[in-house]
């Protein structure tokens, strides 16, 4: 069981009203929104970012190629 302040729940209440649901219906609907967009969230800041694109690594290798050091 899940406590809701009283304020909020009533808010709820109205807008699962207007949105045609159980105020049940409304709260879940919420919270799979919330937990999707979090684990959004979580799933991007795991991903190692790319620390050089295709265009740098380019640059680099015709740099170490204009020194000498690729052929």
Known sequence: MVKI????L?????RAK???KTTDQYINYI??????RLDKENKKQKEPE???TEED???VK?????LGYLD
């Not at 302040?5 to 909020?8: A, L, P, Q, V």
Request: net charge positive; aromatic share 4%.
């Open 50 to 52: 790319e620390a050089y």
């Open 31 to 36: 919270l799979k929104q919330v937990v999707e």
């Open 62 to 66: 015709e740099r170490l190629r204009s």
């Open 18 to 20: 207007q949105k045609g």
């Open 5 to 8: 302040e009283k304020k909020i």
């Open 10 to 14: 009533k808010k709820l209440e109205k």
């Open 57 to 59: 690594e380019k640059k």
